[in-house]
């Protein structure tokens, strides 16, 4: 009973925390009214949908204001492109969107060209305000430690409002040995308003478990909520309301 309700409490904290995601190449105007219908559930509403920037305008339209609206900027490929982030953000801005989740040159930070991409986070922080930041660093593309705590360094040091593991368009997302790493930059930053988000091969409850006690860990309860604390994610939806309906399979037989 103990453990049921704890992942009872862990699926309500994840849907409050989802930014509920669709970013298929083949979306249609079709596919974003499903998505924003879909973030409406009958156990409250998720944190912020994220969408392509074409389809900001239709979202914020049929969304309630207590979900956000959140689009991406440079994506998914994160080249040194600053002019095409920007009009991205623009784009994002005018159209009425609420949140920005733009991607690091996560490749020209490896080939060293780090003050670039400092230079190239400045300029998109300041082209965002007061739009919520998210910046994907694609973790699993960094390979070592050390540059995705740098990573995540540069991020925090431009102001980003989010620290994001990963596009979820590459062969590893997000892992807790990445959530650790960024969330001990974020806990050691000072900065007691900047969050995480894990994006990425997030599909069950019990996934999203690891990085809520991950979370707790490093920033303290008070931190599970969704100013500070995201899931990216298109199928955890479904795994969250079967764990609230009582449908979910026992956890030792459900597939993982």
């Given amino acids: 009973m103990a453990s049921l ?8 904290l994840a849907l409050q925390c989802l930014d509920l995601t669709s970013l298929n190449d083949a979306d249609t105007a079709e596919d974003i009214a499903a998505l924003c219908r879909r973030a409406q559930t009958p156990y409250g509403p998720v944190a912020a949908v994220c969408v392509w920037p074409r389809f900001v305008a239709q979202a ?6 207590e979900i956000k609206v959140a689009a991406v900027a440079n994506f998914p490929d994160g080249a040194l492109d600053l002019s095409r982030a920007l009009a991205d953000v623009q784009a994002i801005a005018t159209a009425g969107g609420d949140e920005v989740d733009v991607v690091l040159p996560y490749r020209a930070l490896m080939a060293g060209q780090r003050s670039e991409c400092a ?5 998109v922080r300041h082209a965002s305000r007061p739009l919520t930041l998210k910046v994907i ?8 430690p050390e540059l995705i705590a740098d990573a995540a360094r540069l991020a925090l040091m431009a102001g980003a409002d989010f620290v994001k593991t990963s596009t979820g368009k590459t062969a590893v997302s997000a892992t807790p040995l990445a959530a650790r790493h960024i969330l001990s930059e974020i806990a050691g930053s000072g900065l007691v308003s900047a969050g995480f988000k894990a994006s990425g091969g997030i599909r069950t409850v019990t996934d999203a478990q690891v990085y809520l006690e991950l979370a707790a860990d490093k920033l303290g309860a008070a931190a599970l909520n969704p100013r500070r604390l995201r899931f990216g994610a298109s199928g955890l ?7 609230l309906s009582g449908t979910a399979a026992p956890a030792s037989t459900a597939s993982y």
Wanted: proline share 3%.
């Fill in 60 to 65: 914020r339209a049929a969304l309630p204001a």
């Fill in 5 to 12: 309700e704890l992942k009872e409490n862990a699926a309500r």
């Fill in 237 to 243: 939806l479904g795994d969250i309301e079967a764990v």
């Fill in 119 to 123: 230079e190239f986070l400045a300029e």
């Fill in 137 to 144: 660093i694609e973790s699993g593309e960094l390979k070592t």
